[in-house]
């Protein structure tokens, strides 16, 4: 883990203009991001690149993101890993499960791209120090 700028970052999210638009503002920002559209390949994605953080949509075919946390809870690759939640639930009982699978912020999916990149920053130096 470390720097903040070329972390690891596995974005999963099942709607393609979305995963691309956070996924290349997320590049220019300097972080390493590896695109899933759905919980198979975020679980996958985990596994392989060991990421610093997992932005993970919560609705998505094959598993949802609480499959995916389920999935990947146990893994050595999935130690410290930093997992945010992108989704337009606002269920707190969802959260509340979330949090319970080691969740460390739910962000809604109306953020700006500035703030996108803010938040990431933030969560990534907090990971480091």
């Not at 956070?22 to 220019?28: C, F, N, P, S, V």
Request: charged letters at 25%.
């Amino acid at each position: 883990m470390g720097n903040a700028v070329g972390a690891i970052i596995v974005l999963a999210e099942d709607e393609p203009d979305l995963r691309a638009l956070y996924a290349e503002y997320l590049r220019r920002c300097g972080y390493v991001v590896w695109e899933a559209a759905d919980g198979a390949e975020a679980t996958s994605m985990v596994r392989t690149h060991h990421p610093d953080l997992l932005l993970l949509d919560h609705w998505m075919p094959v598993l949802n993101g609480l499959e995916v946390l389920e999935q990947i809870r146990d893994a050595r690759e999935a130690i410290g890993l930093k997992v945010v939640m992108l989704t337009h639930q606002r269920d707190a009982d969802t959260r509340l499960e979330g949090f319970a699978l080691g969740v460390a912020a739910y962000w809604t999916k109306d953020l700006s791209l500035a703030d996108l990149g803010s938040k990431v920053q933030t969560l990534l130096d907090s990971a480091s120090t």
